[in-house]
C-alpha cells in the first residue's frame, strides 16, 4: 500500500520546523503502508501533546481523548474489535507523567496493542518544561535550578514487568526505526516503541548531536528473550541502546483471556443479542 | 511599583507579595506562565517557598492540602481539564478546611478540545466547598489574591481566583503591584489552629460516623455565610491600604437604571461599554457585576434587583439541560420576594466566541421589547 494513503492532503501541521516529530510521522506512514495496513483498520488513540497530535494527520481511525488517557480507551478499542490495529500515541508527559498508572497497568492486562512514545524529555505543548524523562540538572523556565529528580526509565519498568514487548528507537534513522516500529506492530500483545527525538526549540540539551553521540543499536547477537540482559541493557545510562530490548512470549494477550472471546473470535459489534439466553440467565438469578 | 503584566503574571505577583510558602502545580495551556514566573522567583530567592513540580493536577492539590495541613499558605494555579482532574482533591481542601488559594483560567471543557475562555470549569466545582472570585481586569486579579489569603485564612476555606482564558490570561495590562511592607500590613503570617504537629499530634480525615459528620458540614456553610462579611471587610481594609475598592458585587449607573444587565468576569467590563453606549441613546440601563460567586452574595442582589423593571443576566456558561448558571442562581435569589423583575436569561460566547459591545447593545434592544421570558435561554450569536 502507497504511504500517501494516510495522507490528510493540505493541512497546517502545527510542530516546529525541524521537529523530530516529522519524522515519526513519516516513519509511521512508511512501516503501516509496508504493512499493509488499510486506515479503515487503524485506530489511533491519543491524548495530548506536541506528540499526541501526530494521529491528527494521519488518514485513520482517531480518537484524541484527554491528557494521559489514551492506553485505557485503546485497550477497549481492541477488546471490542481484535480485527482493528490499534495504536496509542503520544508523548513522555502524557503517557509517562499524566497516564503513568496507565502505563504500568497496560503492560499488567497486556492488551493487544502498540505504545508509541514520542520521548523528547520536555513539554512541548505548555512550551519547555521538564517531562519525566528529563534529565537531572536540565534546566528550564519551571526548574531554573535544574532538574533535581532522577528520570523515569520507561524501559526498565515495563522490563521489571515483564511486559510483552519493549523497543527503544530513535527518530532520525527511518530505516532501523520503520523496522521496529513494524516488529511492534505486528507483535501480539502489548508493545512498548520509547522513540527518542529531537526538540529543536525547547530542549537544547538533547539536540541531535546528542542523540548521535549518546545512542547505539544493540547487536546482532543479542538475545531479547533474556529478560537479566534486557535489565540490564534497560539501566545502561551513559549511551542508550535502541532496538528490541525485550520480547515475553510467556504473557497471554488480554483479548485471548477474555470470556467473551473463548469459544467465538467474533468482534462484539457484529453479534446479535441472544435475549432467550439472557432471560434464562435473570431468571436463574431470581431464585 | 507599577509595571506591564498579562493576568497570568498578576496571578504570580498575587501570590509572591502574599508570601506562598509552598507552590505545586502541572503545566497547562493558559497557566504556564504563572507557574514560570513563580518557579523563576523561587529559584532566585526573590519569593522563598518551595516548588513542587508534580505529575498531575489531581497530585498538585494533594501536595497543597498536605502542606497547608502543616500551617503554611500554598498556592496553585490550573485550568479546565486541569481543574477537573482536581476535583476528588477540591472537595478534599474544602473538608479538610485548608485555606488553599489558586488561580482558575477559565477555559472550555474538551471534546471538542479547545483553549478558549467559558466559565464551565470553575462553574461545575461550584458545590466543592471553595470560595470563587471572578475578575474583570489583571490589577484584580493580583488583588484579588491577596484578599483571597485573607478571607481564605480567617475561615479555614480555600478560594479559586478566576480569569478568562486570553482575554486576561494573555493579555497585559498596566498593574500596581503593591508594595511588600503594605501587603504584609493586611495580610498577617498564616497560623493554623489544628495542624500537623509532633508536638501535638492529630489524627485528620478519618472515618465519620452519621453522629458527627453532619455538624462539619453545616460548619463549612457557616463559614460560607461568614465569608460574605469578611470578603466585605478584607474589601473595605484594602482600600484604606491601598486605595482600590472592591466588594461582593460591583455596581454601575445603577441608582436611575430601569433595566439592569447582570454578568461576571470580562464580559462585565464590555458591559460597561456597552452600558455607556445605550444611556447616551437615551436608554435607562445599568450593570450589576457578580464578583463574589461563592459564597452568593444573594441578599445584595436582592437589594438591588427588587426595584428595577427588567434584569438581563448575560452567561458566558451553561448548565445543560437547565439554562445559564448566574442567571439560574440569581432567579433562585429572587424567588421569594414580593417585588422582583422578569429575569432574562441569555447564553453566549462558549468555547471563546468573542461577545463585543455591540453584541451585549443587540441583546439588550432585544430584550427590552419583550415583556416577559418566555424560554430561560436567549442565545446569542449561535450559528446554525
Known amino acids: 500500500m502507497d504511504a500517501k494513503t494516510y495522507d490528510m492532503g493540505k493541512i497546517d501541521i502545527a510542530w516546529c520546523p525541524g521537529c523530530g516529530n516529522f519524522s515519526i510521522l513519516k516513519i509511521l506512514k512508511d512501516a503501516l503502508s509496508e504493512l499493509d495496513i488499510a486506515p479503515s483498520e487503524l485506530v489511533m488513540v491519543c491524548g495530548i501533546g506536541q506528540g499526541a497530535k501526530a494521529p491528527h494527520y494521519f488518514k485513520a481511525n482517531v480518537f484524541n481523548g484527554l491528557h494521559g488517557r489514551s492506553l485505557p480507551p485503546a485497550t477497549a478499542i481492541k477488546a471490542v474489535n481484535q480485527s482493528l490495529v490499534v495504536i496509542a500515541e503520544g508523548g513522555d508527559g502524557d503517557m509517562y507523567g499524566e497516564g503513568g498508572n496507565h502505563f504500568l497497568h497496560a503492560i499488567r492486562r497486556n492488551p493487544d496493542i502498540t505504545h508509541i512514545v514520542h520521548n523528547n524529555m520536555i513539554y512541548g505543548l505548555t512550551k519547555g518544561q521538564a517531562s519525566p524523562t528529563s534529565l537531572e540538572g536540565f534546566k528550564t523556565p519551571v526548574q531554573p535550578g535544574g532538574v533535581i529528580l532522577e528520570p523515569f526509565n520507561p524501559l526498565a519498568v515495563a522490563i521489571s514487568l515483564g511486559a510483552s514487548f519493549v523497543s527503544r528507537a530513535y527518530s532520525d534513522d527511518f530505516e532501523e526505526t520503520k523496522e521496529i516500529i513494524k516488529k511492534a506492530i505486528k507483535h501480539k500483545g502489548y508493545a512498548l516503541v520509547d522513540l527518542l527525538h529531537p526538540c529543536v526549540t525547547y530542549n537544547k540539551l538533547n539536540d541531535r548531536k546528542w542523540f548521535k553521540e549518546n545512542t547505539y543499536y544493540l547487536d546482532d547477537n543479542y538475545d531479547p528473550t533474556d529478560r537479566n540482559e534486557a535489565f540490564k541493557k534497560a539501566m545502561e545510562d551513559e549511551k542508550l541502546p535502541l532496538g528490541v530490548f525485550y520480547i515475553n512470549k510467556e504473557k497471554k494477550p488480554f483479548e485471548e483471556q477474555l470470556p467473551a472471546y473463548k469459544k467465538n473470535k467474533k468482534p462484539l459489534y457484529e453479534r446479535e443479542v441472544d435475549f432467550e439466553k439472557m432471560k434464562v440467565l435473570i431468571e436463574s438469578k431470581k431464585s | ?384
Not at chain 2, 513540580?53 to 494555579?77: P, Y
Not at chain 2, 495542624?195 to 460516623?209: M, N, R, S, V
Request: one cysteine or more; charged letters at 25%.
Open chain 2, 1 to 384: 511599583m507599577r509595571k506591564v503584566l498579562m493576568g497570568n503574571h498578576a496571578l504570580s505577583y498575587g501570590a509572591k507579595v502574599s508570601r506562598a510558602q509552598v507552590i505545586s502545580a502541572y503545566p497547562i495551556t493558559p497557566q504556564t506562565e504563572v507557574v514560570e514566573l513563580l518557579s523563576k522567583m523561587c529559584a532566585s530567592g526573590e519569593l522563598k517557598a518551595k516548588f513542587i513540580k508534580v505529575e498531575s493536577e489531581h497530585s498538585a492539590m494533594a501536595a497543597l492540602i498536605g502542606a497547608s495541613s502543616v500551617g503554611v499558605r500554598t498556592f496553585t494555579a490550573t485550568s479546565a481539564q486541569g481543574l477537573a482532574h482536581m476535583h476528588e482533591m477540591l472537595h478534599w481542601a474544602a473538608g479538610a478546611r485548608t485555606p488553599v488559594v489558586m488561580g482558575n483560567i477559565n477555559r472550555a471543557f474538551a471534546p471538542p478540545w479547545s483553549v478558549w475562555t467559558e466559565q464551565n470549569d470553575s462553574l461545575s466545582q461550584r458545590d466543592t466547598g471553595w470560595m470563587q472570585i471572578y475578575a474583570q481586569n489583571n490589577q484584580e486579579v493580583l488583588d484579588s489574591v491577596i484578599q483571597a489569603y485573607k478571607v481564605a485564612e480567617s475561615l479555614d476555606l480555600p478560594a479559586m481566583v478566576i480569569l478568562a482564558a486570553f482575554v486576561l490570561s494573555h493579555t497585559s495590562e498596566t498593574v500596581e503591584i503593591p508594595g511588600q511592607e503594605k501587603v504584609d500590613e493586611f495580610l498577617p503570617p498564616y497560623e493554623r489552629k489544628y495542624k500537623i504537629d509532633p508536638d501535638e499530634p492529630h489524627a485528620f480525615g478519618g472515618l465519620t460516623d452519621p453522629d458527627n459528620y453532619f455538624e462539619l458540614r453545616y460548619k463549612i456553610q457557616k463559614a460560607m455565610e461568614e465569608a460574605l462579611e469578611k470578603w466585605e471587610e478584607a474589601g473595605e481594609e484594602f482600600e484604606s491600604i491601598f486605595g482600590r475598592k472592591y466588594g461582593l458585587l460591583e455596581t454601575y449607573k445603577v441608582s436611575d437604571a430601569k433595566s439592569l444587565i447582570v454578568s461576571s468576569s470580562t464580559i462585565a467590563s464590555t458591559a460597561r461599554n456597552a452600558v455607556d453606549r445605550l444611556r447616551e441613546k437615551g436608554e435607562k440601563v445599568g450593570l450589576l457585576r457578580i464578583r463574589v460567586f461563592r459564597p452568593f452574595p444573594a441578599e445584595k442582589i436582592r437589594g438591588i434587583l427588587s426595584s428595577v423593571g427588567k434584569a438581563i443576566v448575560i452567561d458566558r456558561n451553561i448548565g445543560f439541560g437547565a439554562s445559564g448558571i448566574f442567571y439560574q442562581e440569581i432567579k433562585a435569589a429572587m424567588y421569594n420576594e414580593e417585588q422582583k423583575p422578569p429575569i432574562f436569561g441569555v447564553v453566549t460566547g462558549l468555547g471563546g466566541r468573542d461577545v463585543s459591545s455591540k453584541d451585549i447593545i443587540e441583546i439588550y434592544q432585544d430584550v427590552i421589547r419583550r415583556e416577559e421570558p418566555k424560554s430561560d435561554i436567549i442565545w446569542k450569536g449561535l450559528k446554525l
